[in-house]
């Protein structure tokens, strides 16, 4: 029984409509699933993914009207998207720049090379040669160049406090193994890996015991969810209560089944099944076009969709 690597990553936005104008039109990206948070149903839920909405190709954003974020550690510090190529990156580059993003030069880091960047709201990103590595699903109505685009998520970088509390739990309750390690300015990284690794399957982490604590808000990262396949749900449930883990316990997410409990620093992580999918209620060729509300929340459309604002 093991993670098989990233699901989908839930960040924050305080501006939806320029959120989904920068992903969807700036990096490409397809939107698969405009729906709302079944928590706080006034705020949207917006995915991001690949033409087929694969899981492990999600980035997701809650709708919030919250302040910046404040940058610290026992945070989601910088997330990775997967590309193909040098050529790719070089190609990004000069795309980012003719956007008016804010991004860095390329640089070599843990082997691959790598382009930092930012979103509107100072969400922190980075693009990752993969080496072309395992499927890619490319969405047709793209404005970037299907070898160009985004392949997926991975690898994704926390800080933490306490490192060694945080790396006890990634090895003993969620069974990923320590690959190796390398260096930034900021320190040593240690990379963790799920089932057979490769950077949609690798969390990097960071000891940042000298900063304060981070508080989310527009720009911060919410949680990281992990892929299992759906006919270990149950027994992943199981294992959380016999690690004395406290979990939420199971979450029907309608599109996907979900587990969330926070590791010792105090982020977010979510256990999160493959299926059924985002074609549980919509066509594939449709995808995002309309909100799409879980059956439960659907007697309430007319509500619901009076307090969103348009995209």
């Known amino acids: 029984m093991q993670l098989t690597g ?41 995915f991001y993914a690949d033409g087929i909405a694969a899981p492990g190709t999600d980035m997701t954003f809650f709708d919030w009207p919250a302040p910046p974020e404040r940058r610290g550690t026992d945070s989601i510090v910088r997330t990775a ?4 190529g040098d050529g790719t990156i070089a190609w990004w580059h000069d795309h980012l720049a003719r956007q008016g993003v804010t991004h860095q030069e390329p640089l070599l880091r843990d082997g691959r090379l790598t382009l930092d960047f930012e979103d509107r709201e100072g969400q922190r990103l980075m693009l990752v040669d993969d080496g ?13 160049p299907v070898e160009r685009q985004i392949r997926g998520l991975g690898p994704i970088r926390l800080s933490v406090a306490r490192i060694g509390a945080t790396e006890a739990v990634l090895a ?4 990923m193994s320590r690959a190796r390690s390398y260096d930034v300015p900021e ?13 949609g399957a690798e969390l990097h982490l960071l000891a940042e015991p000298g900063l304060p604590p981070a508080r989310q808000g527009a720009g911060a990262v919410h949680h ?5 396949p759906d006919a270990d749900y149950a027994a992943w449930a ?11 316990g199971p979450v ?8 969330y409990f926070r590791e010792p620093n105090g982020i977010l992580f979510e256990i999160a099944t493959d299926g059924p999918g985002f074609t549980a209620d919509e066509p594939l060729e449709t995808l995002g076009e309309r909100l799409s509300l879980p059956p439960f929340l659907e007697d309430r459309r007319a509500e619901i969709e009076a307090g969103l604002k348009p995209l």
């Not at 990206?29 to 839920?45: E, F, I, W």
């Open 238 to 248: 199981d294992r959380l209560k016999q690690r004395r883990m406290p979990s939420s």
């Open 6 to 46: 990233l699901h989908h990553l839930t960040a924050i936005t305080a501006r939806a409509a320029d959120n989904a104008a920068f992903y969807t039109r700036t990096l490409g990206l397809r939107l698969v699933k405009k729906t709302v948070n079944q928590d706080d149903v006034s705020a949207y839920h917006l």
């Open 187 to 199: 320190g040593e990284v240690r990379v963790w890996q799920m089932g057979e690794g490769g950077a």
């Open 252 to 259: 029907d997410r309608y599109y996907f089944r979900s587990l």
């Open 81 to 84: 998207f997967r590309v193909s």
């Open 132 to 144: 072309g590595a395992g499927d890619a699903h490319p969405w047709p109505a793209s404005p970037v």
């Open 172 to 175: 003993e309750v969620l069974g």
């Open 224 to 228: 990281v969810a992990f892929r299992i």
